[in-house]
């Protein structure tokens, strides 16, 4: 017994210090376990996908064009109750920081509740289904709950290869820093991670909340992960934006994104492997690490790492992509799982690549029992 006590903390020991002094993860350079239960940490805005194949009658009633992406008006408040009275539906947790999470979860597999997922939810029958189908994706979802607005939710309406998406974030925009990230049992979940992931779209939510979970990553040399997620993101909350850049070792985002946030910096270009490298040079609090860029774009080459190299993405024919609206969340899930495993920046764009290429081959973000990854 004394042996294995002996052991353990040796382990611990060495583990605190292989995380102290390199400049990437420790399991770049020593392999030891990582994937544990809540390692893994998102926190953003949770929608419930509703998905249903719809007329043009049901378009047309609510002025939805076939190919869309919008925000809900009060025009559009009787759309969801009609959509799953009157069609076939189907559900799914959804919401772009909780896509990646529960991506980052499939590719792992086992064990479950890896990724652990904060987000602000409705006391409603919506939100009933949502918690359901974050525990059926093996993600470890606290819900903040409250019955001044509805869950937040986004019907995909289907006509032919086409989706319309109309988002209707309600409770999403009512997180609460303190009546739920602030509180001892959650905190806990937020200390237990060593990897943390939070899409820009919380930014217009919760700066504080955000803050406080990037600065407990930074002085405890943890990854923080963020997106640009949008460009109205860059250009409208770019003072948000910039009081968390300073703690973001990982930065994804897109060539759109990555343009009009140069834009709003003055970077003056447009070249996406100069911008990274200008977003690389922001100032950054934790020294030990280097900021990593990300930049994705599209079919092109991915750009990425510390010396700004580009990686091809994986072939697809054409007549084989379905929908890509998820392409984003799925690539940074995947690259999440890489980083959550402590696998090398090359194996985490190798496994975001993977992940991309099979959500574009399937209607909403979805995908099959098992990976085929290697």
Same mark, same amino acid.
């Given at each position: 017994v004394l042996w294995r006590l002996f052991a353990a903390c040796l382990l611990a020991s060495q583990d605190q210090k292989c995380l102290s002094k390199t400049v990437q993860p420790c399991g770049w350079l020593c392999a030891h376990k990582a994937e544990t239960a809540n390692s893994l940490f998102g926190m953003g805005n949770p929608l419930l996908d509703i998905s249903a194949v719809v007329d043009k009658d049901f378009l047309d009633k609510y002025s939805l064009k076939p190919n869309d992406q919008i925000l809900a008006e009060d025009k559009h408040k009787a759309l969801f109750d009609e959509l799953v009275k009157k069609f076939k539906v189907e559900y799914h947790a959804g919401g772009a920081t909780q896509n990646s999470i529960k991506i980052a979860q499939w590719m792992i597999q086992e064990p479950h509740n890896v990724g652990t997922f904060f987000g602000c939810i409705g006391k409603d029958k919506f939100g009933e289904i949502l918690k359901q189908k974050a525990k059926e994706t093996h993600v470890d979802a606290h819900y903040y709950e409250q019955d001044e607005e509805p869950t937040g939710t986004c019907a995909a309406c289907i006509t032919g290869d086409n989706r319309s998406l109309v988002a209707n974030l309600a409770a999403a925009n009512c997180y609460k820093k303190e009546k739920h990230l602030d509180l001892e049992e959650n905190w806990k979940l937020v200390e237990k /991670?060593?990897?943390?992931?939070?899409?820009?779209?919380?930014?217009? #939510?919760?700066?504080?909340?955000?803050?406080? #979970?990037?600065?407990? /990553?930074?002085? %405890? %040399?943890?990854?923080?992960?963020? %997106?640009?997620s949008a460009p109205f993101i860059c250009q409208f909350f770019k003072d948000s934006l910039m009081q968390v850049m300073p703690y973001i070792d990982v930065l994804f985002g897109n060539e759109t994104e990555a343009t009009a946030?140069?834009?709003? $910096?003055?970077?003056?270009?447009?070249?996406? $492997?100069?911008?990274?490298?200008?977003?690389?040079?922001?100032?950054? #609090?934790?020294?030990?690490?280097?900021r990593i860029v990300v930049f994705t774009q599209g079919k092109d080459d991915t750009v990425m790492g510390d010396k700004i190299e580009t990686f091809p993405v994986l072939k697809i024919d054409p007549k084989d992509i379905v929908d890509t609206n998820g392409a984003g969340d799925a690539f940074v899930g995947g690259f999440l799982s890489g980083l959550v495993q402590e696998k090398p920046l090359d194996q985490c764009v190798k496994a975001a690549h993977y992940s991309a290429n099979v959500i574009i081959r399937r209607a909403g973000c979805t995908f099959p029992e098992k990976p085929d990854f290697k």
């Open positions: /991670a060593r990897v943390y992931y939070i899409a820009g779209f919380f930014l217009t #939510v919760s700066v504080e909340s955000i803050l406080k #979970v990037a600065k407990h /990553a930074s002085e %405890n %040399n943890k990854l923080f992960c963020m %997106n640009l946030f140069a834009k709003e $910096q003055d970077f003056e270009t447009e070249d996406i $492997q100069e911008i990274a490298k200008k977003a690389q040079a922001l100032p950054k #609090v934790n020294k030990k690490r280097q």
